[in-house]
């Protein structure tokens, strides 16, 4: 059983972004069609629609790190280049997934408290979760290349 916590509107489940996070690092059309792909399961299996909206949101910060990964394929060669790019797309996944649960939720009687509650929750919830997870996608690739002989990352980002 996975390591979960759940708070609503929030759930965050341990590992539950690895495999988008390793599809970033293949490439962009992977990395597309990996969130396409787990949207459309969620949609299948008959999650909340804000659960839906919220995968679908990973094809934002995905395709930036995709992209720019593809283009400065050093980026990820370095401990700090690392934590730009975990950061970095990180924050653009925290204010995503805020913005579609504020969209989805928020009506005109809401009190400034309960923003402030989901921007803690959902945004800065999800920076850290995205953080914890870009590093175990991150060490499984680095597994899979050198203990397996597996390639997942071109020879440019090593």
């Known amino acids: 059983m ?27 059309q992977v990395a597309f069609l990996v969130a396409i792909g787990t949207t459309f399961g969620f949609l299948i ?15 934002l910060f995905v395709l930036v790190g995709a992209i ?5 394929p050093k980026l990820i060669a370095t401990q700090k280049g690392r934590f730009l790019l975990a950061i970095s797309i990180n924050m653009l996944h ?3 997934e805020f913005a579609v649960v504020y969209l989805l939720t928020v009506s005109s009687m809401v009190n400034l408290s309960y923003i402030a509650y989901l ?3 959902i945004g800065i919830g999800s920076i850290l979760h995205g953080l914890l997870d870009f590093y ?23």
């Open 119 to 121: 921007f803690l929750l």
């Open 2 to 28: 996975p390591l979960k916590l759940v708070i609503g509107p929030a759930s965050f489940t341990l590992a539950s972004h690895v495999p988008i996070f390793i599809a970033m690092l293949i490439s962009p």
């Open 94 to 96: 925290g204010l995503a």
């Open 136 to 158: 175990l996608a991150y060490f499984l690739v680095t597994l899979l290349q050198n203990r397996m002989g597996i390639t997942l990352l071109s020879s440019k980002n090593n």
């Open 45 to 59: 299996a008959g999650f909340p629609i804000v659960i839906v909206f919220r995968a679908l949101s990973h094809l």
């Open 68 to 72: 720019w990964v593809k283009y400065q």
